[in-house]
């Protein structure tokens, strides 16, 4: 809302300077966003919350001032000299849709005078932003940025029947508005009509047959109050928003509707001279009483933390247009003006003698009780996470979390359920909620690659959306990694992490058929019998897919499965202070034998001694051992519980298992 | 010549013979060293030797035991120094010509980098947290009870119109009606108190998604923290001075908050708050006393309890304090960006 500072004074003498105006109506709730000059006067411009429509108007920011600096308000009384015809002799008005429309006012002034206006308003207007058209027009407009109500003046003439049928438009209705474009139209928009057609989107624009024009001598002023709901769709979906769509949406005083009507007419009976017949024509729906509202004293201070005194909240109250109805000791009872439909409750009463006593007057510095608080052990466990993977050096990505169709449809390991879609698109195209983090990390990837980033290790913690077949859809809290190295690269890393979260858990794989992972280099992970995840390489039809050009191995993980084996408080066991002894082992086996299954053998055949099994690396020598057979090197480490182990007792251990895996797999110990 | 001269000249000798053994890097400069200290001919020992007959007579004992023990240190430091070259840096035995260079690069290991966003969100919970707020998490995906209704936002409200929010069309219609992505994280309030007797101190923080179209200080998808706290007996000064903690621990100094009133449904009354920061007054976020309307609807009664609630976007949290100036690169996730923080 621009306002201009003198006509501001008009209705309240203000003493202070423009500044400290816009400070305390700043500090009241009109949030001052700039001031500009326009010849001698300023366009201070104000923010309007929804809430307060009765600031769209400059009376009512003068009366907020009139409040904040005590100085007295003084508003027109609109009285326009009426003539002897009665309006119900020149013009009928019907609502045929009094959802659409609440109530409708006219005013018929006769023997107008179109032609400019004088400098006083054309200059008030241009403060404002709005440009001079002819008396009439100018004259609507004034009226409108005077108390916020909207008006529309009518050629008489032009109206078909001299009437009005205020109605709901049929589907497909045509409508030539007073841009000179035709607009069609829908049902539930409300139109005004003559008898033969629609000659006004009603709240929103004119139309263009009925419009004042330089030969217009009687004039139909329409003073009405529309429902908002139905303005602010027909607004949105013609994308036709105005000064008077913007208030109806937000809601006029049902009060001041007539007294707008008179306003108009009176200016128009003096700037553009005519006859005003007698009487209004005023249909639609009775105004409701307002219930009185109780304010109690005491309530200031529970909600505020402050007292005020409880003459101080009966002025501010009247001040700001209530009426009081009853008061003690104890309480004040009111009722709400008619252009401050947001005050109904007790609450809303606390906040007006609030704002305008001052927050300043709240103390900043009141003692708040402690209170205990924890760290989720979601955020422990995260954090944890987060520490071994930036060790491990990967950074960590922030990704969007509704996707493209072709990312969503790239890599869903966790469901074959059809992504959740939104209506409308969050980014370009992007509609799918992510059912993986992986293609997003990948299109990560690719920005790096394009900027020759030569180390791309990313991750990211974020959740992932899976259908439910009722309630909420799932959120899973998943991790997703990618890296530049290959897949034992990245599976040490999980092994850490795993390792990190809880030493005694064992990591499994599981083949798995993922698409863009290598069918080979790629698993499950598993932990205990849950699912933790999968990890792969990247096949060169998924980098082509993503445009990346070089080999990339990617993991998606679970947090929550991460969450449930995490062990957030370990205990302490006593290490064992014998020495402890090694011995390499080197073992010609069959190429299937997987390490998983001779570890385990070395496990089961070695005894208490054996402290860890450390693989060192396969080697190949087809020549001396034939095809299909592989060297695994492997170190174990042991020490024994009751004293320091000799050469003697460490070979005895090793001699067993190299018998077990033997025996159980064919295995033949080198050198 | 006085035993005291001849003993201060050996020391001298001593010291001086020492610091160039240890500086010679290679067998040249050793050579040259010893040249200087131990050469039979015009060697600096040779010469003090020499000066052993001008000492006192009685003095002869004591200043020959001396310079013995000058002279073995000497030849010590000779070859502690040619031991040195011979096995170490040069990379094997006999003659090199390599000097270790301390000026070469370490071996950086290389560390990941939490993301801008993490940070600011990991103090402002660790802010809160010495406040006595805890974290409370709830769903993205919300349906319009906690996303609207119970936060005091009425079916005719624009801000429930289709073309504000993501609203989702899932195979199974929600027992709740339509679905959405959260437009804000005050949904967690709704569900902490629904499940929480009061008293309720809590912070949820979080992705919210509105439709906007991405500019530089805009994206459809961003972070925000919100604060609740009912109990009997809040008020507004508690909300103010929770505020002024709030601020002062994240900037680090005296800050002080003033309230200017602004409109939120969930909230009455409803303020802007601001943080004066170097003289000036900079927005921090919205805040307010919870509506009676929002602690009936999770079954609190208005006149037992009071609570405040207040927001604000992480983004721009991150990006003043880090001079970031296009929300955009915040999700771009190149990492020569995130390398910065």
Known sequence: ?671 | MALADFIQQLDDISSAAKAAFDAAADSDSIDVARIDFLGAKNGKLKAAQKGLGSVDKADKPEAGKRFNEVKNQVEAAFQAASDRVASGGAGGAGKSAEIFDPTLPGKRPRLGHLHPITQTIDELKDIMGRLGFSVADGPEIEDERHNFEALNIPADHPARDPLENFYLATAQKSQAGPLLLRSQTSTVQIRVMEETPPPVRIISLGRVYRPDTADATHYPMFHQIEGLLVDTKVTMADLKSVLRLFATSYLGHDVHVRFRPSFFPFTEPSVEADMSWNDNWIEFGGAGMVDPNVLSAVGYDPEEVSGFAFGLGIERLCMRRHNITDIRDLYKNDVRFLHQF
């Open chain 1, 1 to 671: 809302m621009i306002v201009s500072w003198n006509w501001l004074k008009d209705y309240v003498a203000l003493d202070a300077d423009p500044a400290e105006v816009e400070l305390r109506l700043m500090m009241a709730g009109l949030n001052h966003e700039g001031t500009e000059k326009v010849g001698d006067d300023l366009a201070i411009d104000l923010e309007v919350t929804s809430n307060r429509p009765d600031c769209l108007g400059h009376i009512g920011v003068a009366r907020e001032a009139s409040v904040l600096f005590d100085a007295p308000l003084s508003v027109p009384k609109a009285t326009p000299r009426e003539g002897t015809a009665s309006v119900s002799d020149l013009t009928k008005v019907r609502i045929d849709c009094p959802d659409l429309c609440y109530r409708y006012t006219a005013r018929v002034i006769r023997g107008v005078k179109i032609g400019p206006s004088p400098d006083w308003l054309t200059n008030r207007l241009e403060t404002i932003g709005i440009a001079a058209v002819s008396n009439v027009v100018d004259i609507t407009n004034y009226v409108l940025m005077e108390c916020g109500q909207p008006l529309h003046a009518f050629d008489l003439a032009t109206l078909a029947g001299a009437e009005i049928i205020v109605r709901g438009a049929t589907k497909g209705e045509q409508f030539v508005a007073i841009d000179h474009k035709t607009y069609e139209l829908s049902s539930g928009t409300c139109v005004i009509a003559d008898a033969s057609r629609a000659v006004a989107l009603g709240g929103v624009m004119g139309g263009e047959v009925t419009e004042v024009s330089d030969s217009t001598t009687d004039l139909l002023i329409e003073s009405a109050e529309f429902a908002p709901v139905s303005i602010r769709s027909t607004a949105r979906k013609l994308n036709l928003h105005s000064p008077s769509s913007y208030r109806f949406e937000r809601g006029v005083d049902p009060e001041g509707v007539d007294w707008a009507s008179r306003r108009c007419c009176e200016l128009i009976l003096d700037l553009a001279g005519g006859e005003l017949a007698e009487g209004v024509i005023d249909v639609g729906r009775d105004r409701t009483a307002r219930e009185p509202v109780v304010l109690h004293f005491s309530q200031l201070e529970r909600i505020l933390g402050i007292n005020v005194a409880p003459e101080e909240v009966r002025r501010i109250l009247a001040a700001l247009g209530n009426t009081e109805t009853a008061t003690d000791s104890e309480k004040v009872q009111v009722t709400g003006p008619s252009w401050r439909r947001d005050l109904t409750r007790e609450i809303d009463l606390i906040e007006e003698v609030a704002r305008i006593h001052g927050y300043d007057q709240i103390p900043e510095d009141a003692a708040v009780p402690m209170c205990p608080s924890h760290r989720t052990d979601d955020d422990r466990v995260l954090a944890k996470v987060r520490n071994v993977l930036t060790g491990a050096g990967f950074d960590e990505a922030l990704t969007a979390s509704v996707v493209r169709e072709a990312w969503s449809d790239a890599f869903s390991p966790w469901t074959d359920t059809a992504a959740i879609q939104s209506h409308t698109p969050t980014l370009k195209g992007a509609d799918r909620l992510r059912r993986s983090l992986v293609p997003s990390l990948l299109g990560a990837r690719r920005v790096n690659e394009s900027v020759s980033n030569p180390t791309i290790e990313l991750f990211e913690t974020a959740r992932i959306y899976l259908s439910s077949s009722n309630g909420l859809p799932r959120e899973q809290r998943t991790l997703a990694i990618s890296t530049g190295g290959d897949y034992g690269t990245l599976k040490g890393v999980i092994e850490t992490l795993i390792k990190t979260l809880n030493p005694a858990c064992h990591l499994d794989v599981q083949a798995t058929r993922q698409a863009f992972l290598d069918a080979d280099k790629s698993c499950e992970l598993r932990l205990k019998d849950q699912l933790l995840g999968f990890l792969g390489e990247v096949t060169p039809a998924g980098l082509k897919a993503f445009k990346l050009r070089a080999q990339t191995t990617i993991a998606e993980l679970s947090l929550e499965t991460l969450g449930a084996i995490a062990n957030l408080t370990p205990q302490h066991v006593d290490q064992n202070l014998f020495p402890a002894t090694s011995r390499d082992l080197n073992l010609i086996v069959d190429e299937p034998l997987r390490w998983a299954e001779l570890e385990s053998t070395v496990w089961k055949s070695s005894g208490e001694c054996l402290e860890s099994v450390a693989y060192q690396d396969i080697y190949r020598d087809t020549k001396r051992d034939g095809d299909e057979k592989k060297r695994l090197l492997f170190s174990i480490l042991l020490r024994s519980a009751s004293g320091t182990l000799t050469n003697k007792e460490a070979d005895k251990i090793r001699d067993a298992i190299v018998a077990a895996c033997t025996q159980q797999h064919g295995a033949k110990l080198l050198g």
